[in-house]
T-cell receptor, first 113, second 113 residues
């Protein structure tokens, strides 16, 4: 049973558009929600992360929106660029439980020039 | 890749043979993790370590064992490889006293024929 559900599986966006990826979870003990970006042939790298005490976090063109009551969080990429084309993974963890991550299934983003 | 190396980077082996993958870190992080990445499943935790000689199972541990005799090295062993273990394997490190982030290695692509 996957603890974090991610959608969509793939996404095509025009350059300059907004990319939105959604994740949902059930375990209310999760207290850290990172997003990872992965390019082909590379390991995942942290993009942005949020704790459940805030509803939104913004870093440049990347924003996490967090809805604790709905147990959902999403990644918004504003002004999407071809260089953003990659696979994105959401994850959740319980920090005091050895910081084990539970990952979503991934979204392959293709930004068309 | 944050001072993490994995070896080998690519391996092809036959069903029934033992395989050992190595993860080496130079960051002195306390926690180390092994994940496998498969299409449609994201990254799934196999085993993790919270100190030298301290290890525990993750979500998909059947058929895998681990050892950590030094802070910097974490070994993943497939005792008798099966075709279902064909995957890309990632090592990650974390030290919650410094950061909640997990840093990932470059991955090992394993093919079991």
């Amino acid at each position: 049973q996957q603890q974090v559900k991610q959608s969509p599986q793939s996404l095509i966006v025009q350059k300059g558009g907004i990319s939105i990826i959604n994740c949902a979870y059930e375990n209310t003990a999760f207290d850290y929600f990172p997003w990872y970006q992965q390019f082909p042939g590379k390991g995942p790298a942290l993009l942005i992360a949020i704790r459940p005490d805030v509803s939104e976090k913004k870093e440049g063109r990347f924003t996490i929106s967090f809805n604790k009551s709905a147990k959902q969080f999403s990644l918004h990429i504003m002004d999407s660029q071809p260089g953003d084309s990659a696979t994105y993974f959401c994850a959740a963890s319980v920090l005091y439980n050895f910081n084990k991550f539970y990952f979503g299934s991934g979204t392959k983003l293709n930004v068309k020039p | 890749d944050a001072g993490i190396t994995q070896s080998p980077r690519h391996k092809v082996t036959e069903t029934g043979t033992p395989v050992t993958l190595r993860c080496h870190q130079t960051e002195n992080h306390r926690y180390m993790y092994w994940y496998r990445q498969d299409p449609g499943h994201g990254l799934r935790l196999i085993h993790y370590s919270y100190g030298v000689k301290d290890t525990d199972k993750g979500e998909v541990s059947d058929g895998y064992s681990v050892s950590r005799s030094k802070t910097e090295d974490f070994l993943l062993t497939l005792e008798s490889a099966t075709s279902s273990q064909t995957s890309v394997y990632f090592c990650a490190i974390s030290d919650p006293l410094r950061t909640y982030e997990q840093y990932f290695g470059p991955g090992t692509r394993l093919t079991v024929t």
